[in-house]
């Protein structure tokens, strides 16, 4: 290898590596806007569906919408939150409905919001 080579691999490194660290930050803070945007708007009642959904034993069912968000389904106590998840699974919202206390009342809230159950 001559020097020239070895300078240029060297300097090639880094520029990856710098890329590699804006990417994992943007993702980082992509994520913790999410969350933020889950407590913010719904409370320690969406941060707890969030955490419910973490871990496919907690979860009971999976929806999908015409637009591609995907709706997950857990159990929170008494009451089932919903995750919302865009088309790339970006977190979008989690909630828990009150009045949401049987599955049936899941099924109607999913139906209505023209969602189809994939499992």
Not at 86 to 96: H, K, N, S
Request: glycine fraction near 6%; hydrophobic fraction near 45%.
């Amino acid at each position: 290898m001559t020097a020239a080579s070895e300078c240029m691999t060297l300097q090639s490194r880094p520029r990856f590596s710098v890329i590699f660290l804006l990417l994992v930050v943007t993702f980082l803070l992509a994520v913790m806007f999410s969350i933020s945007h889950v407590i913010e708007r719904h409370g320690v009642d969406g941060l707890n569906a969030y955490n419910c959904s973490i871990g496919s034993d907690n979860l009971i069912q999976k929806w999908t919408k015409p637009d591609g968000r995907q709706m997950y389904v857990c159990q929170v106590g008494d009451n089932f939150g919903i995750v919302v998840e865009d088309a790339e699974g970006e977190l979008v919202t989690a909630f828990i409905k009150d009045r949401m206390k049987r599955i049936d009342q899941v099924v109607r809230y999913m139906l209505n919001n023209k969602a189809t159950q994939v499992w």
